[in-house]
């Protein structure tokens, strides 16, 4: 069983995020899904596509990802669905920051803020 963790600020991205796109929790509750098969900690399975899923980094303790999130019936193409990062250890899974493209984010940006929000979590 996989320990989901959000960051504070994660939530309030998604409370934004989610008037814009309403179906966008039921994206990251498929994504948890994925994850339970994905991360498994005795027997993991390739069920995200490698396209969509991204390791930025990682150390022997844990390992920082960004993943392409979709989400339902929302019309995006999937070069417009959000993306997330999230940090894996062991059997634990947070949820660091979510953006899009709309938003015109900026990949280094997000990297170093899901870094630093990685840190209060773990």
Request: with cysteine.
């Amino acid at each position: 069983m996989i320990d989901f963790i959000y960051h504070p600020k994660f939530k309030k991205e998604i409370a934004d995020l989610s008037r814009r796109f309403r179906n966008l929790k039921e994206g990251i509750e498929s994504f948890q899904r994925l994850c339970e098969k994905q991360f498994h900690t005795i027997d993991p399975q390739s069920v995200i596509a490698p396209a969509k899923l991204h390791r930025i980094t990682q150390n022997d303790i844990w390992s920082l990802w960004k993943v392409e999130l979709v989400i339902p019936k929302s019309n995006l193409r999937p070069n417009q669905f959000p993306r997330m990062w999230f940090c894996v250890q062991g059997g634990k899974i947070g949820f660091l920051c979510i953006s899009t493209h709309i938003d015109n984010y900026k990949d280094n940006k997000m990297n170093h803020i899901a870094i630093e929000r990685l840190t209060d979590i773990f």
